[in-house]
């Protein structure tokens, strides 16, 4: 079945690093995501990466995959302010337009000064 | 990246009233689009996945006949939310994909009185 869970809050010093998790239960996924969406607004594609990586870094965001234990992360390096917002990562079976995204529980991260 | 523009950003409609959102792929084509609701502080619920010239697939506990969706066109997905109550009352989202990634809409803040 589909089931994804993320940890709830996640509260960081601006400048220091956050990570925040994922877990997944079906292992049949494709693609698994990251989105941002801030208050009253849709969601904004920060990235994705493809279940034979184990890795993938874009600027100041690194994604990790652990397959095998079906563990997603997302670390936003030197976060700011501006880094505030709800977090979700996003399974999918494939990446065809027709394959639907299942979306995690969300990660609310607060940065402080 | 790719550009989904949903409309309108907000609505108050009256119990018993019907309210119409529509979905726009701006600058792609897409032959199916995902509508989500989403409740305060909770993740994005799949409600229906919208199929260009058929019928929209629901997932299960979705109404069919409470939330009509319709995919006119390779750009157009509305989905009408029949007799309003308060408890439909919610974030909608709507989504459609370029291939690998996926976009959203800003969403439509439904308050129904």
């Known amino acids: 079945g589909e089931d994804v869970e993320q940890s709830l809050f996640l509260s960081v010093r601006e400048g220091d690093s956050s990570v925040i998790n994922c877990t997944y239960t079906d292992s049949s996924s494709t693609y698994l995501y990251w989105y941002k969406q801030e208050p009253g607004a849709g969601l904004q594609l920060l990235t994705y990466i493809f279940s034979n990586m184990d890795m993938k870094q874009d600027q100041r965001l690194t994604v990790l995959l652990n397959k095998k234990d079906k563990h997603l992360s997302l670390r936003i390096a030197d976060t700011q302010t501006g880094d505030s917002a709800i977090y979700f990562c996003a399974e999918s079976m494939g990446g065809r337009n027709t394959d639907k995204l299942i979306f995690g529980t969300g990660t609310r991260l607060q940065v402080f000064p | 990246g790719a550009v989904v523009s949903q409309h309108p950003s907000w609505v108050i409609c009256k119990s018993g009233t019907s309210v119409k959102i529509e979905c726009r792929s701006l600058?792609?084509?897409?032959?199916?689009m995902f509508w989500y609701r989403q409740f305060p502080k909770q993740s994005l619920m799949l409600m229906a996945t919208s199929n260009e010239g058929s019928k929209a697939t629901y997932e299960q506990g979705v109404e069919k006949d409470k939330f009509l969706i319709n995919h006119a066109s390779l750009t157009l997905s509305t989905l009408t939310v029949t007799s309003a109550h308060p408890e439909d009352s919610s974030f909608y989202i709507c989504?459609?994909?370029?291939?690998?990634?996926?976009?959203f809409g800003q969403g439509t803040r439904l308050t129904v009185v």
């Open positions: 989504s459609a994909r370029d291939g690998i990634e996926a976009f």
């Open positions: 600058d792609f084509q897409a032959t199916t």
